[in-house]
């Protein structure tokens, strides 16, 4: 079953078209790798499905529900969006953890202020902060950094600082996690780590969507390859027929670079 | 006169010096916030007029505006409003100067708030976007991003200039002087005048090095506190 449904993606920054009618779909539980030139429109996908950017055309479909309609006027309750919101997750290329909170904290925080919301907080506020705190260290523990849980941001290395996100946004179950070149911040010898930790939520069957530059790593990890360039999906396919049998020109092209 | 009471004279100043740091403080600090929301706006003419009337008070001496607060009453409305507040003060409560101090408070709160809107403005304009993308695609209220996320980062990238600001106001305190207000420079210039005693006005250093050294002192303290993160 397709859990998240894209039709028909539009978005302009000003002249420039940056997305142009993208439509694609993933199931429940593959990997899905974007790759594509610099500019090619990748980020501003991810930020378009995770709302952080707002499309000008286009239907999003997140397990079944609309979570975006470019052609609906109603503008949603902040409650409401913020409930969809959350049925996506989002690594950054640049981690932003919040520098004045540890580890642990930085992972619960937003669902310990999402607890809030439920009726009963008051009276078990004690029961479910704890819930969440044991939540958020074994979340740690799964990305390796249980020791780390009271370090501050700027006390670990980048590639621990961007497990600590990874573990952040999956603290808030997502269905979806998207991850924005999650290692392209990183000392080479660190990208080993993350790339670890996101083969180990492939064998929990987490849905990903990864814009990447590890060619290799790509093609290891992924379901499908998304071909992007100049704002449209160029090609898209299994890794093996992406890297050893491209049909699109520009693919090849693209490929060809990256084995020189 | 001893040189203790000469001391006590000047404590005299000194104490409306304070006040009027203390009373700058109390409305300058919370009133900066609305104008730099206002010079933050994304609707333009409130930003335009925001910008502007900061482009004025930071750009024309506190000691005109002290002046302008002082005789505008008078002059357009043909009411000497800090003129009677001060007759009338003195007169009812034996509280002496109270309308010139009012005056001079006036113009301190609106000047230094326009400095303190424009630290505030460079604090939250110097925090990434990043922080906030990051709150909203965890599903964080926008008040949440703001109170949990941004504002302990901005208060620890603020304070360095906001010390600086307040150190400064303190000594901008002698500028009351302009009219008349009995601050410790002009009793200090009293004693010149009445006494011909000089040396009561280098005294006078005294007693903002002894000031400043505490707020020094205090300004390290909420640095170190906020040493235990970066960003
Ligand atoms: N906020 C913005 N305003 C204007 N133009 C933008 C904005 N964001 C992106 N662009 C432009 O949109 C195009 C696509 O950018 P995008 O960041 O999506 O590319 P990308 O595929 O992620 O590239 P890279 O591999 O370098 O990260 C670029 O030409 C970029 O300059
Ligand atoms: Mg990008």
């Given at each position: 079953m ?23 779909s993933?199931d429940q ?6 790759i594509?030139?610099?500019g ?24 079944g ?31 932003n953890?919040f ?32 819930e969440?705190?044991?939540k958020g260290m ?6 390796g ?11 670990l ?6 497990r ?10 997502p269905?979806?996690?998207f ?9 080479p ?9 996101i083969?180990q ?11 990447t ?15 992007m360039n100049?704002?449209?999906i ?5 890794p093996e ?5 491209p049909?699109?020109?520009?693919l090849?092209?693209?490929i060809?670079k990256?084995?020189? | ?20 740091f203390?009373?700058?403080?109390i409305?300058?600090?919370?009133l900066?916030l ?13 930003k ?29 409305f043909?009411y ?11 007169l ?9 101090i ?5 113009a ?15 604090g939250?304009e ?11 695609v ?10 949990r996320?941004?504002?302990l ?13 307040i ?11 302009c009219?008349m207000?009995?601050e410790?420079i002009?009793?200090?210039n ?6 011909a005693l ?10 903002y ?9 205090l ?8 040493d235990?993160?970066?960003?």
């Open positions: 397709a859990i998240l449904e894209v039709e028909n993606l539009g978005k302009s920054f000003g002249h420039l078209e940056v997305l142009k009618d993208i439509s694609f993933l539980g593959k990997v899905l790798s974007v594509g030139s610099s090619s429109g990748k980020t501003t996908l991810l930020r378009c499905i995770t709302s952080l950017e707002r499309a000008d055309k286009g239907v999003i479909r997140v397990n529900e609309t979570v975006f309609d470019a052609s609906s006027p109603k503008k949603e309750s902040a409650a409401e969006e913020r409930r969809k919101q959350l049925a996506v997750g989002l690594v950054f290329q640049n981690f953890l520098p004045q909170y540890t580890a642990i904290r930085n992972v619960t925080l937003a669902a310990e202020l999402a607890l809030r919301d439920k009726p009963d907080y008051k009276q078990n506020k004690k029961k479910y902060l704890a969440t705190r044991e074994e979340l740690l523990k799964k990305v950094l249980a020791e780390k849980a009271d370090s501050y941001p700027w006390q290395s980048g590639g621990q600082q961007q600590v996100s990874i573990a952040r946004a999956l603290c808030m179950n269905s979806i996690l991850f924005d070149e999650p290692t392209s911040a990183l000392d010898e660190l990208t080993g780590e993350i790339l670890k930790v083969r939520l492939t064998l929990v069957h987490m849905t990903m969507v990864i814009v530059h590890e060619m290799s790593f790509a093609r290891d990890v992924s379901d499908e390859i998304l071909f100049q704002g449209v160029e090609e898209r396919g299994a027929q992406i890297f050893s049998a049909k699109s020109v520009r090849r092209e693209f060809n990256f084995n020189d | 006169m001893t040189f203790w009471q000469i001391t006590l004279f000047l404590l005299d100043g000194f104490k409306i010096s304070v006040l009027i203390f009373v700058t403080l409305v300058g600090l919370p900066g609305p104008i730099a929301m206002c010079s933050m706006s994304k609707f333009k003419p409130l335009a007029a925001a910008k502007v009337f900061v482009w004025v008070i930071r750009g024309v001496p506190l000691m005109l505006q002290i002046f302008i607060i002082y005789y505008v009453p008078g002059l357009v043909h000497q409003l800090f003129g009677q507040v001060d007759k009338y003060l003195l009812n409560y034996g509280i002496e100067d109270a309308g010139r009012l005056a001079v408070l006036i301190f709160a609106i000047n230094y708030a326009c400095y303190f809107s424009e630290i505030y403005r460079g939250i110097s925090i990434s976007v990043g922080q906030y993308e990051a709150g909203k965890l599903g964080m209220m926008k008040s949440q991003v703001f109170f996320v941004v504002l980062q901005v208060v620890k990238r603020i304070v360095p200039p906001m010390s600086n600001e150190i400064t106001l303190i000594k901008d305190t002698a500028l009351a002087n009219i207000v009995a410790v002009k009793q200090a009293t004693l010149a005048a009445t006494k000089i040396w009561p006005l280098f005294y006078t250093g005294v007693f090095l002894i000031f400043v050294g505490v707020l020094s002192i300004f390290n303290r909420v640095e170190k506190k906020l235990f993160f970066r960003g």
